[in-house]
């Protein structure tokens, strides 16, 4: 018979020591020190700026984090990459920062490699899991429990797309959505003073004023 795992108390819970990542700024004004080894969920419609404020958080992680971007959307040569890195100035964080295209097996490949990137951005599932399961995307997640892994996903209205990234956003502990230039903090987790990140200053007062976030 199966040994049964050992059940923990409140006291025990409570003494637990929880690895935090320091944000910085607007970040942490929003989303706190995120945990480690969290799940993010990050959907957006086309031209809300989605990829900027993923760009942005990116260079949050890789202050203090090795942070990897899956690109499977944009090729790597492709002009739109390259001007948004330099937009927000990627270079600052280039210790910490990589590019690639891997598929599935490439990446559980390089991400079991000792001092492998603690956080991974993966844009987007649906070009990324092409032709796998939810349960595929499940065993991947526990594989790589201990690192920080954000899934970008697209939307339809303020929902996810697809019945594939409505499942991961529940499975999710922190999910932001992105649209008209604002990003909403719908987590488990908020920050101290305030719920929702305004992604370009211009483009959002062009679509809704100058009322403040």
Request: charged share 30%; aromatic share 12%; glycine share 6%.
């Amino acid at each position: 018979m199966e040994k049964f795992k050992r059940a923990l108390t409140v006291a025990n819970i409570l003494s637990t020591v929880i690895p935090l990542i320091k944000f910085t700024g607007r970040f942490n004004d929003v989303f706190g020190n995120p945990q480690k080894k969290s799940r993010w969920f990050i959907w957006g419609d086309s031209s809300s700026g989605k990829s900027s404020f993923i760009m942005q958080l990116i260079k949050e992680f890789a202050k203090t984090e090795k942070t990897i971007l899956i690109s499977k959307e944009e090729d790597l040569d492709d002009e739109n990459l390259q001007d948004r890195l330099k937009l927000f100035q990627m270079q600052d964080v280039a210790n910490n920062f990589n590019v690639i295209d891997d598929n599935v097996e490439q990446l559980i490949n390089r991400l079991e490699q000792r001092n492998s990137a603690q956080v991974v951005v993966i844009d987007s599932v649906s070009y990324f899991f092409l032709g796998y399961t939810f349960e595929d995307y499940l065993n991947f997640r526990k594989r790589f429990k201990e690192k920080t892994l954000v899934f970008i996903g697209h939307a339809k209205g303020q929902n996810p797309k697809t019945d594939f990234e409505d499942r991961i956003k529940f499975d999710a502990t922190q999910k932001v959505v992105v649209s008209g230039y604002l990003a909403t903090n719908k987590g488990r987790k908020y920050g101290p003073n305030a719920k929702q990140f305004v992604v370009w200053q211009k483009g959002y007062e062009d679509l809704h004023g100058t009322q403040k976030h």
